[in-house]
């Protein structure tokens, strides 16, 4: 089964607009950790934001926010004021428990109009 | 500051030769981690060590791939008798040791894209 689901293969945003990513995760484990990556055509995964399934507060940095849905299991992130320079892949990952490897979602392309 | 560095950026080979990638990691960084990513596709998870040690491999797709740490600094990845199914980008990740495993931040390299003609 999927670990991570991202629905949404590419999004269109105009420029100063906020754009939300939805990405919904499946575990059994009470302990685990949400990331979120952008790659851009470069290739290189640039970290973004990170939430703990304990955390009671929803992740924020800069304009990046996490809406974190326990319940649901749902992590989508935030991207407000998008920018140009934000067009690129955005992926979704997960870790579980003490296992330090990620398991990644198929990612979502955001596309940024001026 | 550097990143995590990757060599070469492309590979491009023919079917039935070895291949080998060097990763190296952020300096303090003592956890390395090789993932897959395929065209349209996440990375997938392939091996990992902390120094020296390769605490994983299950992973590794086949017996013709291998990873090794010798010294827990830089790492390599090597494809035996590559096929056209090996074509992907080869991503790197790098991570300190210890604290809460929950937080602990991959820091990723900018891949090495190899083509198998």
């Known amino acids: 089964a999927q670990k991570i689901t991202q629905t949404q293969p590419g999004m269109f945003v105009q420029e100063k607009e906020a754009v939300t990513l939805d990405c919904t995760y499946d575990t059994s484990d009470p302990s685990y950790g949400l990331f979120w990556y952008k790659q851009p055509s470069s290739g290189e995964m640039i970290f973004l934001i990170y939430?703990?399934?304990?955390?009671?507060q929803n992740a924020t940095e800069g304009r990046y926010s996490l809406n974190f849905q326990k319940a649901r299991k749902s992590a989508n992130l935030v991207i407000s004021a998008s920018q140009l320079g934000d067009s690129a892949m955005y992926f979704c990952a997960m870790r579980e428990g003490d296992d330090y490897k990620l398991s990644f979602g198929a990612g979502t392309t955001v596309t940024v109009r001026a | 500051d550097t990143g995590v560095s990757q060599n070469p950026r492309h590979k491009i080979t023919k079917r039935g030769q070895n291949v080998t990638f060097r990763c190296d990691p952020i300096s303090e960084h003592n956890r390395l981690y090789w993932y897959r990513q395929t065209l349209g596709q996440g990375p997938e998870f392939l091996t990992y060590?902390?120094?020296?040690?390769?605490?994983?491999k299950s992973r590794l797709l086949s017996d013709r791939f291998s990873a090794e740490r010798p010294k827990g600094s830089f790492s390599t990845l090597e494809i035996q008798r590559t096929e056209q199914g090996d074509s992907a980008m080869y991503l790197c990740?790098?991570?300190?040791?210890?604290?809460?495993?929950?937080?602990?931040?991959?820091?990723f390299g900018a891949g090495t894209r190899l083509s198998v003609l």
């Open positions: 060590f902390q120094n020296e040690a390769q605490l994983e």
């Open positions: 939430q703990g399934s304990y955390d009671q």
């Open positions: 990740a790098s991570s300190p040791d210890g604290g809460d495993v929950g937080k602990n931040i991959q820091y």
